[in-house]
């Protein structure tokens, strides 16, 4: 079985501030990890991707996470926020990455705010 | 770039009535899926199609519920009987072998 909890249902921060979201996992197996972002009124878009490869993934929008597997985390980080940065997190976790048919598994979401 | 699309955007229906949602995936994607997000909890897979059948499907996808690929191209999802507890924001998504989602805009569905 698989879950995600994401640390804060909120998270405001000023233009230019760092932006740290947090997520931790819980997996039987390796995990792949992934962020979503929702802008609203818009579907799940992929930010970025882990697959066991690299620790520190990159993503689009200057985003990146680290997976910790000694605690269990994947983190998403922005050095500096813009306002387009506003929008909706989902950490989300799976078995697979593609292989074939895979199903995933999300955190309930954490909205950002940026401030001017 | 290509895009799932899904209509409604925004559907109301009274208690008890069928609906129907449906999706437009990228066409050249083999595996479907929908999602739901009652509001302010997790977005959760409800079932995932391939191949012109159910290939997985979770415990909330009862026999309310069904899904079909009516013209190789249409991806729906039904609800037979609403009830107020099915409100919530419905994602379906598409996958080609070997690669992430592609998920649509969503359909939010309102039982009153």
Redesign the interface.
């Known amino acids: 079985a698989q879950s995600?909890t994401q640390l804060g249902s909120h998270v405001s921060v000023s233009e230019g501030a760092l932006v740290l979201l947090r997520c931790n996992y819980s997996s039987s197996v390796p995990p792949y990890l992934?962020w979503?972002v929702q802008y609203p009124?818009?579907?799940?878009?992929?930010l970025l991707?882990y697959t066991s490869a690299a620790t520190l993934v990159k993503g689009i929008n200057g985003f990146e996470a680290e997976f910790k597997k000694s605690e269990t985390s994947f983190h998403l980080t922005k050095p500096s926020a813009h306002m387009s940065d506003a929008a909706e997190y989902?950490c989300?976790v799976s078995a697979d990455?593609?292989?074939?048919?895979y199903?995933?598994?999300?955190?309930?979401?954490t909205l950002l705010t940026v401030n001017p | 770039e290509p895009e799932?699309t899904q209509t409604p955007?925004h559907q109301v229906t009274q208690m008890g009535q069928e609906v129907i949602l449906r999706c437009v995936p990228i066409s050249n994607h083999l595996?479907f899926?929908w999602?739901r997000q009652i509001l302010?909890?997790?977005?959760?897979?409800l079932v995932?199609f391939?191949n012109n059948e159910i290939?997985?499907k979770s415990e909330i996808f009862d026999d309310q519920f069904s899904v079909e690929r009516p013209d190789g191209s249409n991806f729906t999802l039904k609800i037979r009987s609403t009830k107020l507890e099915d409100s919530a924001m419905y994602?379906c998504?598409s996958?080609p072998?070997?690669?992430?989602?592609?998920?649509?805009?969503?359909t939010r569905l309102t039982v009153v």
Do not use: D, M, P
Request: hydrophobic residues 30%; glycine residues 18%; aromatic residues 24%.
């Open positions: 995600v992934f979503y009124n818009q579907g799940l878009q992929l991707k989902f989300a990455s593609g292989g074939s048919n199903k995933l598994t999300f955190g309930k979401g | 799932v955007s595996y899926y999602y302010g909890q997790k977005v959760e897979f995932s391939y290939s997985e994602f998504a996958i072998q070997g690669s992430s989602y592609t998920f649509g805009s969503g």
